[in-house]
């Protein structure tokens, strides 16, 4: 989805910050969380985070990343970041399975307030497909305001060596997760490697870096899809602006949610191409999603059942919940659940569980939880491309598309084509299981299968409009 879902525990806390030499303290801390010396650890923490990020937690953490990315073996480089506004460190680490960013953010006083893990923006590999210049076709660095929230966007404008106002243009939009307009994750780049075939097969794109990564301006804490959705919308008017008159879409995972929700709005909008898009609600896909991830990690059939009756339980509770006082119930709702299946964790493991699931429950994930995509396919009556690897667990192919093509269905709309393509994992890689463990290690970026078809499909259409 923006990654986001593969993405693994989030504690953050934002306060004003300024940092001095805080590199050290974020190493010290670091090896010692590594070496499972987790009383040492919370010595470092402030105290605001204290109940939620303790021993307990942080073993609960590092068991969590040991399942998924392996053994910590070494930071590799670190560097000062702002994220909203807040001074922060980024460290570069290697794990036996994976490459992973750890960013710790600080108090006044020094102490971490925050600590979270998103996959690695730092690669030392070049992967085969990424486009190298010189490039043969014309491309241009633009930036545009969003009207409705006030934030700017930057991207790059790739147009055809022979292009003309009428030639087919683009936008594409990235899944879930703040990534740059690359679309850039575990160092593959599929976003540049789609926008360079498309130049050179006569399709223009463009392509954003998203809210706070590279040349736009942050957002807020409280985004969601429908914020990022106006911000595609703005895009669609730049480009009308500019005197482009045959403008696409092509949204990639909650990217691809995103397409059908400015489809339906913007009229003028010719054709979306949908690139491993949920069809689903947003409860039952990730529940999907996890099962599938789970499964493909070699966890036992026993140990999933717990986990999902637990989550579809809470996933439930939020997509339902029409209260004011969310923490306070949600931590009623769970408790009831530990009451009603006869749990046997102690109470203070079940205290941490829902401390956990409730601090994970940002409003991007309310959000998310109670979507229902096809309330926006259900409208479109332009056509849709919707492709799906067999192969992907975090958007699951079968289930998504099946969605889709019935809410295409009820929407009478006539020019629908959707294809599972076999052995193709949720970034259209070729795959062996497609776990995200895999993502980083598979030479190919973007099946060059799906990107034929894409531009094949793109060109059928054009004669529609010329």
């Known amino acids: 989805m923006r990654n986001k879902f593969i993405l693994f525990i989030v504690f953050i806390t934002f306060q004003s910050v300024n940092a001095q030499a805080i590199e050290k303290i974020g190493e010290e801390f670091l090896q010692n969380f590594h070496n499972k010396k987790y009383d040492v650890c919370t010595t470092y923490l402030d105290a605001s985070i204290l109940t939620q990020l303790n021993e307990k937690t942080l073993q609960e953490i590092q068991s969590q990343l040991t399942l998924q990315i392996g053994d910590f073996i070494k930071i590799n480089s670190h560097k000062k970041d702002v994220i909203n506004g807040k001074k922060s460190i980024v460290y570069h680490t290697d794990f036996s399975r994976s490459k992973i960013d750890i960013r710790l953010t600080f108090s006044e006083k020094d102490k971490i307030i925050g600590f979270f893990f998103t996959p690695s923006s730092e690669s030392n590999k070049v992967f085969p497909q990424t486009p190298k210049p010189p490039f043969d076709y014309p491309s241009e660095e633009v930036n545009f305001i969003n009207p409705i929230d006030g934030n700017t966007l930057a991207g790059t404008l790739c147009l055809p060596e022979k292009w003309t106002f009428q030639t087919p243009l683009y936008v594409l939009i990235t899944g879930s997760g703040a990534q740059n307009r690359d679309s ?78 400015v489809a339906a709005k913007e009229e003028k909008i010719r054709n ?195």
């Open 184 to 261: 850039e994750i575990y160092g593959h780049k599929p976003f540049a490697v789609i926008a360079d075939y498309l130049a050179k097969n006569n399709i223009a794109s463009l392509r954003l870096d998203d809210r706070g990564i590279g040349g736009s301006s942050p957002g807020k804490n409280t985004d969601t899809s429908e914020n990022f959705a106006t911000d595609i919308t703005a895009a669609f008017h730049f480009l009308e602006g500019r005197g482009f008159t045959n403008i696409g879409l092509i949204g990639h995972s909650e990217g691809g949610a995103i397409a059908a929700m």
């Open 272 to 466: 979306i191409i949908l690139l491993a898009a949920p069809g689903l609600p947003g409860n039952e896909l990730l529940i999907l999603q996890n099962k599938r991830i789970l499964e493909v990690s070699g966890v036992s059939p026993e140990q999933i059942k717990e986990d999902l009756k637990l989550k579809s339980y809470f996933f439930n509770f939020v997509r339902t919940y029409k209260g004011n006082q969310f923490a306070e119930d949600a931590h009623k709702a769970l408790n009831n659940f530990f009451i009603e299946n006869k749990n046997t964790d102690s109470k203070k493991a079940q205290e941490l569980i829902s401390h956990r699931l409730i601090q994970q429950t940002n409003p991007w994930m309310v959000y998310f939880l109670k979507s229902t995509p096809t309330e926006y396919l259900k409208q479109l009556k332009i056509p849709v491309l919707a492709l799906n690897g067999s192969l992907d667990t975090q958007v699951t192919a079968k289930e998504n598309l099946e969605a889709i093509r019935k809410a295409l269905l009820q929407a009478e709309n006539k020019a629908v084509e959707m294809v599972e393509i076999p052995g193709l994992n949720h970034l259209f890689q070729t795959a062996k299981s497609g776990s995200p463990s895999e993502y980083e290690e598979i030479e190919e970026t973007f099946s060059p299968k799906v990107l034929e078809l894409i531009k094949n499909w793109v060109h059928k259409h054009q004669k529609t409009y010329t």
